[in-house]
């Protein structure tokens, strides 16, 4: 693991704990020597997770839209500031650099690009881990979400299986580096007819 993309609020979220719990992931990043690639902000969680990482001597990657270089106040010290025309072009460039992805608390906006590199791995257009750091059981309702999702027949349990999920940073980049593809094709069964 060389790399981690991180998803996270451009906001710092109502409780001091998202903040704190941001940097405490970019510290990790850089002390495990992983390069952080995330959404190259200086405010909310997204500047904290980068400032630590920065702070502990590691490389940070920043892709940001030029729409969003002003509102989301782009970073100018990190090691790379990637700016791009649109939404689409960062989350392509942000995969391109990653060799994982993990969302921190955050919007719509960080689950929209969270599940698409989750739907990627559904697909198999990639095998690497997936993961949610639910700081305060932030991710709770959404794992519930996906066996509701299974007991309704729109997401196989395998597929559930390929999240990784922790409420601390530091198991869970221990399980991000150990993560070993399983890929279940998602159309398998429609081929045996």
């Known amino acids: 693991m060389k790399s981690l993309a991180v998803f996270c609020g451009s906001s710092p979220g109502n409780h001091p704990i998202y903040m704190k719990e941001a ?38 990657i920043g892709v940001i839209p030029k729409s969003l270089k ?38 719509a906006g960080t689950l929209e690009e969270w599940f698409e590199v989750f739907t990627w791995a559904q697909l198999g257009y990639h095998q690497k881990p997936c993961a949610l750091l639910s700081i305060q059981d932030y991710y709770q309702p959404l794992y519930s979400l996906f066996d509701h999702m299974i007991d309704q027949g729109f997401l196989k349990r395998e597929f559930k299986d390929l999240v990784l999920i922790e409420k601390d940073s530091a198991v869970l980049i221990e399980r991000i580096k150990n993560y070993r593809a399983n890929y279940h094709p998602k159309w398998s069964e429609r081929r045996k007819k």
Do not use: Q
């Open 70 to 107: 002003d509102v989301e106040i782009a970073h100018e010290h990190l090691t790379e500031l990637h700016v791009v025309n649109d939404m689409h072009e960062r989350k392509a460039l942000m995969a391109e650099h990653a060799d994982g992805f993990v969302a921190l608390p955050g919007g």
């Open 23 to 60: 940097r405490k992931l970019g510290e990790r990043l850089a002390a495990e020597g992983i390069t952080l690639v995330y959404g190259g902000s200086t405010v909310g969680c997204m500047g904290a997770v980068a400032d630590a990482a920065l702070e502990g001597g590691g490389k940070v």
